[in-house]
């Protein structure tokens, strides 16, 4: 029981704070989100992209989403879509999709890039 207070006390803490983009003169899909304990969560993953780009990956079920971060704290909470293989999130401006280690990250002020998950396995 314990643990679940501190849990649900975190998640509170969370979700009042905000995150704010980088400034890159393009508009961000940036918003105030939930934070991981809001979801149930399914996995975690790190990724780096051709363009440089690092993101820490967070997947979610109820609601199924994954919330990427980048290294400067710029926060993309996408929700799940259909698709026949792999996997997709987007939410019309900003999307993730891929397969297996492979995906492609798209957003303004980013442009399309290709990435890798490096995530080490235990």
């Known amino acids: 029981m314990r ?14 704070t905000t995150t704010k983009p980088a ?8 918003v105030a989100t939930p934070s991981p304990a ?3 969560l399914i996995g975690r993953a790190a990724y780096i992209c051709a ?8 997947f979610q079920d109820n609601p199924s989403q994954v ?12 929700p799940q879509q259909p698709s026949t293989g792999g996997f997709l999130y987007g939410d019309g401006v900003s ?13 303004p002020g980013v442009g399309s890039t290709a990435c890798t998950d490096v995530t080490e396995s235990k």
Do not use: H, M, W
């Open 95 to 107: 999307s993730f999709a891929g397969k297996g280690k492979d995906a492609t990250f798209t957003a």
């Open 51 to 58: 363009n440089g780009l690092r993101l820490q990956a967070i």
């Open 23 to 30: 400034d890159t003169g393009a508009t961000s899909p940036v």
């Open 3 to 16: 643990k679940f207070v501190v849990a649900a006390l975190c998640a509170l803490a969370a979700a009042c």
């Open 67 to 78: 919330r990427l971060t980048t290294v400067e704290n710029v926060v993309y909470t996408l």
């Open 38 to 40: 809001a979801g149930a």
